[in-house]
């Protein structure tokens, strides 16, 4: 039997997952639930049942056995022991391992768990050659940062980003306030005559010629800019990822962000990570 790995991505509203070899989606594998954040434990247990059950039959149709679990979440998460810490999500699996939610459906496999920045910046550099200095930022209902070096992602002591800037003041609020979907919404919507519901509707009327549209994201590119410039600078940081849903609508601010990233003299290389929606899920399989 072919081995290979499972690599799941835990996201606020579903669970997504795919078997790889190596950095590579086995064809037919991927697969996705939608779950309740906010449900009880059974709610959660089941959503994870289904999925990974499914994954399971899929392995064995097809002559695959899987060696190992590889997840990928977002904080607060205790990723050593597999604890969740969250509170605006998840919460009744708060506190309680996760390894045999994961390991009921499926045996009693390895399980690892890393921050969902880890995941980005692991699976958006594979078969990235010519840097050796990478930072990732993800732009979408929050913001993510990560950060590595000579192949090494910089973590802190329970598995975490070594920098975050979601909560970094900025504005008289923090920089997810501004820099993400919610912050362009609102900012939008603070000037326009028409308000948007969501940041993709801003982005479809900035590709639409809304010149306000424009400014907003354009705006937003420049605050991120200003917020992570100083850590590109230290960190001596020569090529910079983005990731997140926001960042598929690069064309419209790329410029503004290569332009006020332009003292970073380190910095050489700006754009967003192939495969946006896919990137996690490599990086879970591959990374360490």
């Known amino acids: 039997m072919k081995k290979c790995i499972l690599a799941l991505d835990i996201g606020g509203t579903s669970l997504k997952c795919g078997l790889f070899d190596g950095p590579m989606l086995i064809s037919g594998s991927l697969d996705s639930q939608p779950v309740n954040s906010n449900g009880s434990f059974e709610v959660i247990h089941q959503a994870f049942f289904s999925l990974l059950g499914r994954v399971r039959n899929f392995a064995m149709m097809n002559g695959l056995l899987i060696t190992e679990v590889s997840v990928d979440t977002p904080?607060?998460?205790?990723?050593?022991?597999?604890?969740?810490?969250?509170?605006?999500?998840?919460?009744?699996?708060?506190?309680?391992?996760?390894?045999?939610?994961?390991?009921?459906?499926?045996g009693n496999l390895p399980v690892r768990f890393m921050h969902d920045s880890t995941a980005f910046i692991q699976g958006a550099t594979a078969g990235f050659d010519g840097y050796s200095r990478f930072s990732g930022v993800m732009i979408g209902t929050g913001l993510g940062f990560a950060l590595m070096i000579d192949g090494e992602?910089?973590?802190?002591?329970?598995?975490?980003?070594?920098?975050?800037?979601?909560?970094?003041?900025?504005?008289?609020?923090?920089?997810?306030?501004?820099?993400?979907?919610?912050?362009?919404?609102?900012?939008?919507?603070?000037?326009?005559?028409?308000?948007?519901?969501?940041?993709?509707?801003?982005?479809?009327?900035?590709?639409?010629?809304?010149?306000?549209?424009?400014?907003?994201?354009?705006?937003?590119?420049?605050?991120?800019?200003?917020?992570?410039?100083?850590?590109?600078y230290e960190c001596r940081i020569e090529a910079l990822l983005l990731g997140g849903q926001i960042s598929k609508s690069f064309p419209l601010f790329g410029d503004t962000l290569r332009e006020k990233l332009s003292g970073v003299s380190s910095l050489v290389y700006v754009n967003p990570a192939h495969d946006i929606d896919l990137v996690h899920l490599i990086g879970a399989a591959v990374g360490k």
């Open 75 to 106: 904080g607060p998460f205790d990723y050593n022991m597999g604890i969740s810490r969250m509170t605006h999500k998840y919460q009744a699996i708060k506190d309680k391992p996760l390894a045999p939610v994961i390991r009921a459906p499926l």
């Open 153 to 232: 992602v910089l973590i802190n002591k329970t598995g975490g980003p070594l920098y975050s800037i979601y909560s970094l003041p900025y504005r008289g609020g923090t920089a997810e306030d501004v820099v993400s979907a919610r912050g362009i919404v609102a900012a939008y919507n603070a000037r326009a005559g028409s308000p948007a519901r969501a940041a993709k509707e801003v982005g479809d009327r900035a590709e639409a010629g809304d010149e306000l549209a424009i400014s907003v994201y354009n705006e937003m590119a420049a605050s991120l800019a200003e917020i992570i410039a100083p850590i590109l």
